[in-house]
Structures are given as structure tokens and as C-alpha cells.
């Protein structure tokens, strides 16, 4: 069934996820760039919410879009309404669309959805979108602050959830029944290479967190022989800008 193969792409290793889509050809975080990079072999959607004045969920990086619309616009996300955000081009006139765009438009592609901003709450909105979809089972949630996956726990999330970085290092470092209570229902380490002294692209850190139960997930990677040396390693999810490049690599063509 459909439902099950979603189920084991989130948990199969390796996995390429396209980080914003395929944003080394398209604007990022656009349906567009999301439409290239699936196309181009990309297993899931790494993406970024933030929310509106008026509590839409939408699909950007930045609390502003200062960057990606060239400084044409600076007013924050937070700030403006879903019919402003909608207005905004961020390049080649394409839109920034709204999470639940997003799961209709590709109802059988995976997403790694990470929550930007802990005020105003975004999980309960969230989780709301993705459960109105029936979408549980191909959505994971991540985020850096670790109040929103406690939330999401606390709500009764049971899908995927990623873990923030206090997570990472209670797993890297806590004793196992500490680590195991406080990381509760997080499966996937999703890093940079280096952090905090931190080089998660060692085999000894990889083989660690593997053994601790959590998938290790790369960010970013734009280079192929940088891709074939972690998938080496045991490295399971390639967070990459470049599906053209990296999708070959992992898949060994």
C-alpha cells in the first residue's frame, strides 16, 4: 500500500531529503523547487514554517523574507497577513506557498518540517495541518528549540520527530535511561558536519548515535564525493541543496 511505503521511506537509510527543495536551481521553499527536486529523485522535503499575523502556516527559512526577495521586502512574516506573504515574489516570480499548499500539492512525498520559531506556538497549528491531511505517517517534525518537540510530545504527537540540539548531545553523552526519557519518541540526529567541538561526521560519533537508536542525518550536502565518504560511514538522510548531483552518489550511479 501507498500509506506503507511512505512509512519506510522516513525510516529507510539512505535517504536523500531535498533541503528546501531543489534550491541550487529554484527558489527555495517554493512548490516549484519542491515539484524539480522530486523529479530529480529526492526521497523527502526538508522544510521550514513559520506562521502569519492571522495564523497561517507558511513555508520559509527566514522570520523575514529580506533575503530572498532582495531586500524588496523586510516587514517579518510574524507581522504580516497570509494575503501579504502571498504577494511577495522570492525570485523568478514564484510565491511563498502555506504548509497545507504544500501536502496537497505532493500527497505522497514525504516532508522534515522544521518548526522556526517556539512564539507564537506553531506546534498546535502544525500538527493541526497535518493530521486535517491524514499526513502523520510522512511527516516528521524538527526543530532547534526543544519546547516545541516537548510540545508536540505533550500533545500527542505520534509521529516522526527529530531532536533539538540538546537532544543530540544528551544522546551523545547522557547515560542511556536519561537519554531514553528526555529524547522520548525523537528519531533522527539531523546535524551539520561540525558543531560545538562536535565532528558528527567521525564514524566513532556515528556509530554511537546508531547505537543509541537515532538515524544520523547530514546537513548540508552539496558535494558528491563528500556524500559517498559518509554513506561509507553509515551515514542515513543526505540533506542537500543539489539533488542532481547528490541523488546519483548516494544511489551509486
Not at 81 to 104: M, Q
Not at 216 to 225: A, T
Amino acid at each position: 500500500m501507498l500509506e506503507d511505503a511512505i512509512v519506510s521511506v522516513l525510516s529507510e537509510s539512505p535517504i536523500v531529503y531535498a533541503h528546501r527543495g531543489a534550491s541550487a536551481e529554484l527558489p527555495e521553499n517554493t512548490l516549484e523547487a519542491f515539484e524539480r527536486a522530486i523529479y530529480l529523485g529526492a526521497d523527502a522535503i526538508e522544510t521550514d514554517v513559520h506562521v502569519t499575523r492571522d495564523g497561517r502556516l507558511v513555508l520559509a527559512h527566514d522570520p523575514t523574507p529580506a533575503r530572498t526577495t532582495k531586500g524588496r521586502v523586510a516587514r517579518s512574516i510574524r507581522e504580516s497577513s497570509f494575503a501579504e506573504v502571498r504577494t511577495w515574489d522570492v525570485g523568478d516570480g514564484l510565491r511563498i506557498p502555506s504548509f497545507e499548499d504544500a501536502l496537497a500539492a505532493f500527497p505522497a512525498v514525504p516532508f522534515n518540517v522544521d518548526a522556526k520559531e517556539d512564539r507564537p506556538d506553531v506546534i498546535p497549528l502544525l500538527l493541526g495541518a497535518v493530521r486535517a491531511f491524514g499526513a502523520e505517517d510522512r511527516v516528521r517534525i524538527a526543530s532547534f528549540h526543544g519546547r516545541n518537540l516537548r510540545r508536540a510530545r505533550a500533545m500527542g504527537w505520534g509521529g516522526r520527530l527529530g531532536m533539538s540540539r540538546e537532544d543530540v548531545f544528551l544522546a551523545l553523552f547522557a547515560p542511556e535511561a536519561v537519554c531514553r526519557r528526555l529524547t522520548r519518541g525523537s528519531d533522527a540526529a539531523q546535524v551539520p558536519p561540525r558543531a560545538a567541538g562536535v565532528d558528527f561526521t567521525r564514524q566513532r560519533t556515528i556509530d554511537r548515535l546508531h547505537a543509541r537508536g537515532f538515524r544520523v542525518d547530514i546537513w548540508v550536502v552539496d558535494d558528491p564525493d563528500v556524500a559517498r565518504t559518509l554513506l561509507a560511514r553509515g551515514v542515513d538522510g543526505f540533506i542537500t541543496n543539489d539533488p542532481r548531483a547528490i541523488v546519483p552518489a548516494v544511489r551509486g550511479l
